[in-house]
C-alpha cells in the first residue's frame, strides 16, 4: 500500500501549495490508500485522520464523566482540524469525495494527486496570489546574517558590521 502515492505526492507537493496539515493528512492517506484501485481509494476513521495530523483522540466519555468537558473540546478541536484539512485537500483537488461519513460509516476518499487538475481550481489560483500560504523558496527564508555568512541577496556587508 501507498509508497507509490507517498512518491507522487512528493512530486505533487512542490507544484502544489499545500498547507503543513493538507501535507501531513495527504501523506497518511498516500501511505493508507488502497493503490491498486482506480483512482486509489482512502477511508479510516476521524480519529485516524487526526493522529496522522499529530492530535491523539481520547475516547468519547459519558456526560456524566468528570473530564467530560476537556475531552469534548479535544475531540472537537481534533476533529475541526481533520475537517480544514480534507476540505483544502478537496477545494485544491489532491483528494475527491467518494462517500460522506456519518455515524458508523466513514468517509471515503479518491486519492487524485494530479497537478495539471490541481492547477486548474480556483483554490490554487487563490493560494498563488499569496493568500493563503507563505511563499515558497528564496522569498520564504527570512533575511539574517552575521559577519561570517552574509544577507541573503547582498554582495557585501553594511560597514561597521
Known amino acids: 500500500m501507498?509508497?507509490?502515492?507517498?512518491?507522487q505526492l512528493?512530486?505533487?507537493?512542490?507544484?502544489?501549495?499545500?498547507?503543513?496539515?493538507?501535507?501531513?493528512l495527504m501523506t497518511y492517506m498516500a501511505l493508507t490508500a488502497l493503490d491498486d484501485d482506480t483512482p486509489p481509494r482512502y477511508f479510516d476513521s476521524r480519529e485516524a485522520s487526526a493522529l496522522a495530523l499529530g492530535r491523539r483522540?481520547?475516547?468519547e466519555v459519558h456526560p456524566d464523566h468528570p473530564d467530560h468537558a476537556e475531552i469534548q473540546l479535544e475531540r472537537n478541536a481534533a476533529f475541526s482540524a481533520v475537517k480544514e484539512a480534507v476540505s483544502g485537500l478537496t477545494g485544491i483537488g489532491a483528494i475527491r469525495?467518494?462517500?460522506?461519513g456519518r455515524a458508523g460509516?466513514?468517509?471515503e476518499?479518491?486519492?487524485v494527486i494530479d497537478v495539471q487538475m490541481s492547477i486548474n481550481t480556483e483554490e490554487y489560483r487563490r493560494r498563488r496570489k499569496g493568500d493563503g500560504l507563505r511563499p515558497r523558496g528564496r522569498d520564504s527564508l527570512p533575511l539574517k546574517g552575521r559577519?561570517?555568512?552574509?544577507?541573503?541577496g547582498r554582495e557585501s556587508l553594511p560597514a561597521g558590521v
Open 57 to 59: 483522540v481520547r475516547d
Open 147 to 152: 559577519k561570517s555568512i552574509p544577507l541573503r
Open 105 to 107: 460509516r466513514r468517509a
Open 2 to 7: 501507498g509508497s507509490r502515492l507517498v512518491k
Open 97 to 100: 469525495r467518494l462517500k460522506s
Open 10 to 24: 512528493i512530486a505533487y507537493a512542490i507544484d502544489v501549495p499545500l498547507k503543513p496539515n493538507e501535507y501531513r
Open 109 to 111: 476518499f479518491a486519492v
